[in-house]
């Protein structure tokens, strides 16, 4: 498996194409700030994202992310009826298509 290296064109199409929403992750950075300021961070976020690959790390402060918990419906002191729901940080949601 080989992983190919970003563009900034890649990284400004990516976040083009997310939904413009104001949740945010951890981070609390949404995709709307996100596509905001898209032009202005694409060439940082690329040069970061091929460091990672070159250098095989992923980096730490990315693994984190909030999970709460969802009540689905029924009583609400009863935990098994709730689903955990993660909220990853904005980069991570757009999956990346490996050759």
Same mark, same amino acid.
């Given at each position: ?13 990516? /976040? @083009? ?11 609390? *950075?949404?995709?709307?700030?996100? %596509? &905001?300021?898209?032009?202005? /961070? @694409? ?11 070159? *250098?095989?790390?992923?980096?730490? %402060? &990315? ?17 098994? *009826? ?5 909220? &990853? ?11």
């Amino acid at each position: 498996m080989q992983i190919v290296p970003t563009t900034e064109w890649e990284i400004k199409s990516i /976040i @083009s194409s997310l939904k413009s929403k104001n949740s945010s992750g951890y981070d609390e *950075i949404s995709t709307k700030i996100l %596509q &905001l300021f898209g032009n202005h /961070i @694409s060439k940082p976020l690329a040069f970061i994202f091929n460091k990672s690959i070159t *250098i095989r790390v992923f980096p730490e %402060q &990315l693994k984190y992310t909030v999970v709460i918990p969802l009540h689905k419906k029924g009583d609400i002191s009863n935990i098994a *009826i709730y689903r955990p729901i993660s909220l &990853l940080r904005v980069f991570l949601k757009k999956q990346c298509i490996v050759d």
